[in-house]
């Protein structure tokens, strides 16, 4: 563990990653200072939410002084490293970590960490269930929900820790160094922040920067960037396939997910016993068994999960039946490519709404995927001109502008007929509408739950 008692460490956010950062910094027995570029925020809320130990607060700006008695700065993931502020902070010598490599140099046991555009999500918590079924120290955290900060401190020798990791979190590391790693995809996403699509997949590389020969990195083969930087690696490399069979890794072989490798073939499981609709959750699940079996996990065990496991709340999540319209929450389709996915899921006539914060994506390709399935597409947020736009460039007319998200939901419910799907699949993230998408996902389902009077035919 990182010694830094009675070191004065600056925790750069106060939101619920910057509080567990600095929780566990006080109970290493060091001095946190918490600051926000946020002016409008209550020092006195923020300290009620840290509780116990205290800290100095700062917010809107942090005095030079306090920069020049820093041992350490550690960002929290919605923080750009580029601010300059940190910038300035670098130009000091501080040393400048973000919550994950604050809690991995504090933990112990082994990590198993995945990262991708899409399928995160799912991937790590069906490779957390699987791992939960095997062994009885297990924490599933990271961009999931859980900060890893939160748990560092439980972790034992024999603790497994499942990581969801998100290219904000890889920016920051030094010493991360998961036992098995995976690369879902990478489509481009977070362009906003990373400006640029080489330097989001350099980020994302860093996830098996610090493997070894002994530890393994899962990739997708069909995504071409990964099955060329799979190449570059000292690491075991497995591969998997949801489109071709595989000499070595896991891949489909008719209905079957199978495993391959110099011993022979294993079959996993077949994907009519999955809980799990689209090809998209094929990849999830052949990456989180693909995991699980590196770790050592017996097959037998990967199948006895995968056979029970359930679709992630705002994934492509069936919602309710009601007048023979289906509602799905798919709240954590925030990029087009995850938003592609969840139209691809849907086997019915749908009215999709989209819309939200602009990251600075293109729409046509998300628009394309339709496919003849969607009646009407139903826009909010601060990107639903630009959609508009490029859906009419695209030929697709079908378009209504709404000004908030219960116009949006009362026109899907008004329009739609018997044998329908209302689909969220918004293409973009949730934020200056709603906090995050849990929230947008809640809602959808509150405003669906609510419905009471019958459809009119």
């Known amino acids: 563990m990182t010694d830094l008692r009675e070191k004065k460490v600056l925790v750069f956010g106060t939101g619920i990653s910057g509080i567990a950062a600095a929780r566990l910094l006080i109970s290493m027995g060091a001095r946190p200072v918490l600051f926000d570029g946020n002016r409008e925020l209550k020092e006195s809320e923020i300290l009620e939410k840290l509780g116990e130990g205290g800290a100095k607060v700062y917010l809107g700006e942090i005095p030079e002084k306090i920069l020049e008695e820093l041992s350490l700065a550690v960002l929290s993931p919605g923080v750009p490293v580029d601010l300059p502020v940190v910038e300035r902070m670098r130009a000091m010598g501080i040393p400048i970590w973000g919550e994950v490599e604050l809690a991995c140099q504090n933990s112990r046991g082994d990590v198993l960490a995945v990262t991708g555009t899409n399928g995160k ?46 290219s904000f979190q890889l920016e920051t590391i030094d010493t991360f160094h998961p036992r098995v790693s995976a690369i879902l995809n990478i489509t481009p996403d977070h362009l ?194 630009k959609i508009a736009k490029a859906a009419r460039e695209c030929g697709f007319h079908d378009v209504v502008l709404k000004d908030t998200f219960e116009e949006a939901f009362r026109f899907c419910h008004e329009n739609a007929r018997s044998g329908d799907a209302v689909l969220l699949s918004p293409a973009c993230a949730s934020w200056g509408m709603f906090p995050n998408y849990e929230v947008r996902g809640k809602i959808f389902k509150e405003l669906v739950r609510g419905l009471k009077n019958p459809k009119r035919e």
């Open 121 to 166: 999500t799912t991937t790590t918590s069906l490779l957390g269930a699987i791992m939960e079924h095997v062994n009885p120290s297990v924490f599933v955290v990271g961009n999931i929900g859980i900060p890893y900060t939160e748990t560092a401190a439980k972790t034992t020798d024999s603790s497994v820790t499942v990581a969801e990791i998100s």
């Open 192 to 385: 906003n922040r990373h400006h640029t699509m080489e330097e989001y997949i350099r980020v994302k590389e860093r996830i098996a920067e610090n493997q070894t020969a002994e530890d393994t990195c899962v990739l997708n083969y069909e995504d071409e960037v990964l099955r060329r930087f799979g190449e570059s690696l000292s690491c075991r490399v497995i591969f998997f396939s949801s489109l071709r069979r595989l000499e070595r890794g896991i891949s489909l072989n008719g209905e079957v997910i199978e495993y391959r490798d110099e011993t022979g073939c294993v079959p996993v499981c077949s994907t009519k016993e999955l809980k799990l609709p689209g090809r998209h959750n094929h990849e999830n699940v052949m990456a989180a068994a693909a995991m699980a079996l590196a770790y050592g996990v017996a097959v037998e065990d990967i199948r006895y999960v995968l056979q029970r496991f359930t679709a992630v709340e705002h994934r492509i999540e069936f919602v309710e039946e009601i007048d023979g319209v289906a509602y799905y929450n798919d709240s954590k389709g925030t990029n087009p490519d995850a938003a592609i996915k969840g139209i691809q899921a849907m086997d019915r006539p749908t009215l999709l709404i989209g819309g939200g914060y602009d990251k600075n994506s293109s729409y046509e390709e998300w628009i394309r995927s339709f496919d003849g399935k969607v009646r009407y597409l139903v826009l909010i947020g601060q990107t639903r001109e």
